[in-house]
């Protein structure tokens, strides 16, 4: 039985790189692995505010996955740090475990593409807010 190919199959174009950041580690693990069989490259993973902004300047993603409530800093701090710089990369999207209508206006505000709550994480999802 063949493998189903994942969501990104363009052999002409490098899959998407992604820096997940997020403080619970089962969920950076169940994100990469999610995110790798659907065709992303993983390039890094950062658990708080100031250790994701180091990692996107050094590791340069296309894509950030970032948690709104990191121990440190809220993710949309962290958003709009790594936005102010370039808006067209990285591509920023929120992820919690709470749904976006409590966050009322701050995704809009934080310079990310769009949020996705972290049950609904799918590759698919991803490609939505990054197309």
């Known amino acids: 039985m063949s493998r189903p190919l994942p969501l990104w199959h363009d052999v002409s174009m490098p899959p998407p790189t992604v820096l997940i950041v997020d403080d619970h580690p089962s969920f950076r693990y169940l994100a990469r692995t999610l995110l790798e069989s659907e065709g992303f490259e993983v390039i890094g993973e950062a658990q708080d505010g100031a250790s994701a902004v180091e990692a996107a300047g050094q590791l340069q993603p296309q894509v ?13 701090d962290v958003a ?12 920023v999207v929120l992820t919690s475990s709470r749904d976006a209508q409590d966050f009322g206006p701050l ?7 769009g949020f996705i709550p972290k049950a609904e994480l799918s590759g698919a ?4 807010l990054l197309g």
Request: charged share 20%.
């Open 125 to 128: 999802a991803l490609f939505a």
């Open 64 to 76: 950030v996955l970032l948690d709104v409530q990191l121990p440190d800093t809220d993710g949309f």
């Open 80 to 91: 709009r740090r790594l936005t102010a710089a370039n808006a067209a990369e990285p591509a």
């Open 107 to 113: 995704i809009e505000q934080s310079g990310a593409r």
